[in-house]
């Protein structure tokens, strides 16, 4: 089996780099091994092109300040973070985070899938492996049979 958690495969944005981890993992499965993953879909995208934010309040009196905008092309989304560290309300450190996901189309995938000759390829709802996923899931898991 190879497992990849968490939608950590939409990080590989380049379509053709997709592919190839598809044929490459393919490739290194046993007979009848399973690789199972998660990929998120069009509802796990943020609010497009708003800046949104949200605070953490730390038991030392510090506060985490995330504001995050995210913009959508359609097969990728791409959301900047401003993480800032406030006390006394001054703004003590900043960090950015630039992150890149590739959104999937349900059907697509499932064509690339079965172009790289798994031969079975079984779509679950996260967290209810005896349900379907449908139209108000962020995510979705794939199991494929080689």
Sequence with gaps: MIFIP?????LIID???VKSALKTLYEHLSDGGVLLFEVEILKAVVQIDVWQGSTWHKSNGKMIILSQLATFDGELCNS???YELAENNSIIHTEIEELKLRIYDLNKLEIMLKDCCFKSVRKVKAFDENALPD?????????CKK
């Design 6 to 10: 968490s939608g950590s495969f939409c």
């Design 15 to 17: 379509l053709g780099a």
């Design 135 to 143: 139209e108000h899931d962020e995510a979705v898991i794939y199991e």
């Design 80 to 82: 900047i973070c401003k």
